[in-house]
């Protein structure tokens, strides 16, 4: 398969893209923005090896269920988060910061953050993304 890519069988709740955010707008007032929990962004792209502004998938309360369609690429999810990884009819309970491999047709459901807002989902390698004002 050339290209990876991510289906969205259920959004989540405040589910966006975030990297570190931007700091060379401050002159024409537009704050740095960026992932909520920088701490656990970090950690999430140190993890499966990625450069530290890698962007990630940012969640709130409750994350997305996706399939991923591909070759077999690792992620990690870090917070405070219950979530699953169904390969085939196998459910596997997941552990926050510890690094998984998946392939093609396996899915994340991430159900909830525990005891937290914000949780991170991040891929080994680049996402392939459209950049607003170089973030």
Known sequence: MNEAYLEVLRPGINTT??????FHLY???ITASGAMDQRNFRIANSIVGNKVNNP??????????IRYRGDKINFVITGDVIFKI?????????NCYEN???KD??????????????GYLAFGGELDI??????
């Open 130 to 135: 459209k950049l607003q004002w170089n973030s």
């Open 27 to 29: 002159h024409i007032g």
């Open 86 to 94: 169904i390969k085939g009819d196998k459910e596997i309970q997941g």
């Open 56 to 65: 990630v998938i940012e969640f709130a309360y409750q994350g997305p269920l």
């Open 105 to 118: 047709g396996d899915e994340i459901n991430i159900i909830s953050t525990n005891k937290s807002v914000y």
């Open 17 to 22: 893209i975030q990297d570190k955010g931007r």
């Open 100 to 102: 998984y491999s998946i």
